[in-house]
Nanobody
């Protein structure tokens, strides 16, 4: 079992910014693939951004140029910097910890609500 703690969600106006944080326990954190996913009401969960242990990143087309995923291995934390937020970014955001890079990890955070509204 991997302990995961998320923070940083909230209410923001369109065009605003938020930064999400996800901390995960594990002595091998630096090798973990970490990902941010989101689920809007009535929609399936979708991948937003992923970062591997080597630092490679992958983004959903809808967030390219606006969101940045990064990691601080010393703090065992991954971040999602979200800029130029749009109402369609409104969702519950979940952190996923993938120790084996399998793409099918069962380790999910509790979720944090992001609401973009004027």
């Amino acid at each position: 079992q991997v302990q995961i703690v998320e923070s940083g969600g909230g209410l923001v106006q369109p065009g605003g910014s938020l930064r999400l944080s996800c901390s995960a326990a594990g002595s091998l954190f630096s090798t973990y693939t970490m990902g941010w996913y989101r689920q809007a009401p009535g929609k399936q969960r979708e991948s937003v951004a992923i970062i591997t242990g080597s630092g490679s990143t992958n983004y959903a087309d809808s967030v390219i140029g606006r969101f940045t995923i990064s990691r601080d291995n010393a703090k065992k934390t991954v971040y999602l910097q979200m800029n130029s937020l749009k109402p369609e970014d409104t969702a519950v955001y979940y952190c996923n910890v993938d120790p084996l890079g399998s793409g099918n990890s069962p380790y999910w955070g509790q979720g944090t609500q992001v609401t973009v509204s004027s």
